[in-house]
């Protein structure tokens, strides 16, 4: 059988342009049709064509290359440089223009806010296309890597105890210094040793300065690489990181908003991210879900009791804990609303003892322990010598409400939908995209990257339900 060799000799009669370098059906041709259909205007973009000095590149293209890299793991400035260069994809994008690494790095820093205005510009245009609706939405949260060691988070507790060590090692240092100047040729290097005491003088100053800003603003830690980032615990354990957040919608699962937090808990983010989906749409939502991470119900309040009548599909910890009620658990204590008082299963009484503030909950306890420590179920109930207690949120009544809705035919069906529309982008952006961890440092730099990849996987999301060609022709028949 015949095999085909190559020939890098091999000449063509009539070189080819760069517009032939990729097909028409070519995903890169969806990131160009995306980039051209958005307003500059509106991402802060002034295009100046009297500018005076070296011509800058052309904004809309380094857009492109910013935007089209993440889509394929490609990040960093010196790959993106690489890639103008060696990937035809990239020539085409770029009209051959070929900006350095400093030039791509620069013009991503101080362009920040207008990366982070790409993923809101994308969803309205997604609006205007019809592929976000805005009724059902869907929030979600995940863990990234910061660019940051763990090994620089830094406690009042571990400042003050290097502080001791430096101090100790510098008196040492200084006494050295001191007995070398008197001493014999044999002794060690005079110049090592203050060298050396140069550093840790240096590190000293550093300490104290991280200290003095712990102690300022009353925060439990910091980590001096990125002030931002936080201790963060996902399945390969502990390190520096970020919460991301971010919002889908139900038809399509496309990504209505992102967010990342200083924060390791979801807790209170359920209103906050919702209502910053909302202020994409222009309109308020008719059903928000989310997993019993964000069930705080004072937060879940914000949106299920305010107008508008927005159904939040919220379980609680209880529910999704599927754990067998067992005989004496609060459910089965019975409360009486007129009295405000629990009954036990024995008919005995829990009167009101105090309003706990921590928890923002109300105390019951038994009016006579004596009661407790007669009762046959004692040791069962409670072994505690001052009888039985309950704790019953002031926000009760609504957290039972909220639990009802979830467990109505119409709260299952949509918590169903939930991981399939709102974990499906976290799997895309850390799996395909190779992008669990940030390169940017700083809230505003890791918000952008967020925007960045939730953008890519929006476009990659309308590639794959319409095809390259339809969805180019929608792009440029019916951008911003």
């Avoid at 571990?158 to 101090?167: I, Q, T, V």
Wanted: proline share 3%; charged share 30%; with cysteine.
């Amino acid at each position: 059988m015949a095999i085909r060799y190559g020939d890098r000799q091999s000449r063509t009669m009539f070189p080819q342009s760069v517009e032939e370098y990729v097909t028409s059906d070519d995903p890169v041709r969806v990131y160009d049709a995306f980039i051209e259909s958005l307003n500059l205007k509106e991402l802060g973009i002034v295009l100046d064509e009297n500018h005076v000095g070296p011509p800058p590149y052309d904004p809309r293209a380094m857009l492109k290359l910013l935007v089209y890299g993440p889509s394929y793991g490609i990040r960093t400035s010196r790959l993106l440089e690489r890639s103008c260069y060696h990937n035809f994809s990239f020539i085409w994008l770029m009209g051959n223009l070929r900006p350095d690494h400093k030039t791509i790095a620069n013009f991503r820093r101080n362009n920040i806010k207008v990366l982070k205005l790409i993923l809101k510009q994308c969803a309205r245009l997604c609006i205007k296309l019809n592929l976000i609706d805005g009724n059902v939405l869907f929030v979600d949260g995940s863990k990234f890597r910061a660019n940051a060691s763990l090994n620089q988070i830094w406690t009042e507790d571990r400042c003050k105890k290097n502080l001791e060590k430096l101090d100790a090692r510098i008196d040492e240092l200084l006494e050295s210094c001191e007995a070398i100047d008197d001493a014999e040729s044999h002794m060690p290097s005079l110049v090592e040793l203050k060298e050396e005491l140069r550093g840790k003088e240096k590190l000293q100053k550093k300490v104290q300065a991280i200290l003095q800003e712990l102690q300022a603003e009353n925060l439990k830690s910091l980590n001096s690489t990125d002030k931002d980032s936080v201790r963060t615990k996902g399945r390969q354990g502990s390190h520096a990181g970020y919460n991301a957040q971010i919002v889908t919608d139900e038809k399509l699962g496309l990504i209505v908003s992102s967010d990342v937090v200083s924060s390791s808990s979801d807790y209170s983010e359920f209103s906050k991210q919702i209502e910053n989906a909302e202020e994409v749409l222009g309109k308020k939502a008719e059903v928000a879900c989310a997993d019993s991470g964000y069930h705080q119900v004072e937060d879940l309040e914000k949106i299920s009791s305010r107008e508008g009548d927005t159904e939040v599909v919220v379980p609680s910890k209880r529910q999704v804990g599927n754990k067998e009620v067992k005989a004496f658990d609060k459910a089965n204590f019975k409360y009486d609303a007129k009295n405000n008082e629990y009954i036990c299963p024995e008919d005995y009484r829990l009167k009101f003892s105090q309003y706990k503030k921590k928890d923002n909950s109300n105390e019951y306890r038994m009016k006579s322990p004596k009661q407790c420590l007669e009762c046959r179920h004692f040791g069962d109930c409670t072994k505690s010598k001052k009888g039985r207690t309950i704790r019953r949120s002031v926000k009760e009544e609504l957290k039972e409400e909220l639990e009802k809705v979830y467990e109505s035919d119409k709260g299952q069906k949509t918590y169903e939908l939930r991981k399939q529309k709102v974990e499906l982008p976290f799997g895309h952006i850390k799996r395909n995209l190779g992008a669990g961890y940030f390169l940017l440092r700083g809230q505003d730099g890791v918000n952008a990257e967020m925007s960045v990849l939730s953008t890519n996987f929006n476009i990659s999301r309308m590639i794959t339900t319409f095809g390259v060609p339809t969805l180019v022709s929608m792009l440029l028949n019916g951008g911003i």
